[in-house]
């Protein structure tokens, strides 16, 4: 189980990125989505609240789609 977090600024291409606890690229600007055993829940944790919500490439890549 891990923390997951999503941005609360939308990325160049509307994407809001979720990040796991610990990720160098995690934001400043964030809101804590809960405690996963992976990145799939968190994302469709994120998406309650933005739509388009995307995993990080670097540390929740198996739910990177662009």
Do not use: I
Not at 33 to 44: E, I
Not at 45 to 61: D, E, I, V
């Amino acid at each position: 189980m891990a923390d997951y977090w999503v941005n609360n600024q939308a990325q160049a291409n509307g994407d809001h990125e979720v990040h796991v606890a610990g990720c160098s690229w995690m934001p400043g600007n964030r809101s804590y989505l809960g405690d996963f055993q992976s990145c799939a829940p968190a994302v469709v944790a994120a998406k309650r609240t933005y739509p388009q919500s995307n995993g990080c490439y670097y540390c929740s890549l198996a739910c990177h789609t662009s």
